[in-house]
């Protein structure tokens, strides 16, 4: 119970954060963390908020800062972390159970999100 309650705390500040107070935003960030493993398109995300697509993707990208895709590989970046630390599990299952089509393209932007974090940090940094 205790975990749970620390979790939506971490979340509601990560989401205020990301959504600078926008509702729209908001309820979007918050249900692609609730179904980044499932297929999500913009469009459906868009629908889900009340927004036409083209509306929610400008607002989405001025407000957060990085495209939709952009960030919802970054969820799911994030969130296999975990399930690559514990060993149990194939690459391949990995990447199918974050929702990404394929391990190659998973790994190709794995690449990518945790090479540029690194990149940021600067030289010598972990």
Do not use: W
Not at 21 to 48: C, T, W
Not at 103 to 116: D, H, R
Request: glycine fraction near 6%; include cysteine.
């Amino acid at each position: 119970m205790l975990m749970q309650e620390v979790l939506e705390s971490f979340m509601d500040a990560m989401f205020s954060e990301k959504d600078k107070g926008n509702p729209y935003i908001r309820r979007a960030l918050r249900f692609m963390a609730d179904n980044y493993s499932e297929h999500l398109e913009l469009a459906q995300v868009a629908e889900y908020v009340g927004l036409s697509p083209s509306h929610f993707s400008t607002l989405f990208r001025d407000v957060v800062g990085v495209t939709f895709r952009e960030h919802l590989c970054r969820i799911r970046v994030e969130e296999s972390k975990h399930l690559l630390l514990s060993k149990k599990y194939s690459l391949a299952d990995i990447a199918i159970s974050m929702g990404f089509p394929d391990q190659s393209y998973y790994s190709k932007v794995f690449k990518q999100i945790v090479g540029g974090e690194r990149n940021r940090r600067g030289p010598g940094s972990l």
